[in-house]
């Protein structure tokens, strides 16, 4: 089994910043593709980037390409995302994923092990 726990949501005005953190627990952290995916009322959970074990491919969803980072600290059991340049837009729950998959795949009910999630709300 592994545990995620995110933090770092929250409200944020148009073109600001925010960084999630999802820590990880029970299993060998540095084993497992990490993603974030989110989730707006009403709308599907969909991918937002994720990462290979060994940080070697990472995606991106063509809507948060060039504003969104992921990284990884696996000495720390962490995976991040840096947000930046927020577009206002509905609130959604970010959620972290984990699965020991070798290969990156986008879609939600591939993804093993999820955290609760964290609100952000980007206001206009």
């Known amino acids: 089994q592994v545990q995620l726990v995110e933090s770092g949501g929250g409200l944020v005005q148009a073109g600001g910043s925010l960084r999630l953190s999802c820590a990880a627990s029970?299993?060998?952290?540095?084993?497992?593709?990490m993603g974030w995916f989110r989730q707006a009322s009403g709308k599907e959970r969909e991918c937002v980037a994720a990462?290979?074990?060994?940080?070697?491919?990472?995606y991106y969803a063509e809507f948060v390409k060039g504003r969104f980072t992921i990284s990884r600290d696996n000495a720390k059991n962490t995976v991040y995302l840096q947000m930046n340049s927020l577009t206002p837009e509905a609130p959604a729950v970010y959620y972290c994923?984990?699965?020991?998959?070798?290969?990156?795949?986008?879609?939600?009910?591939?993804?093993?092990?999820w955290g609760q999630g964290t609100q952000v709300t980007v206001s206009s």
């Open positions: 029970g299993r060998t952290f540095s084993n497992y593709a």
């Open positions: 994923a984990a699965d020991s998959t070798r290969v990156i795949v986008t879609t939600p009910n591939k993804w093993n092990y």
């Open positions: 990462i290979r074990w060994s940080g070697g491919y990472i």
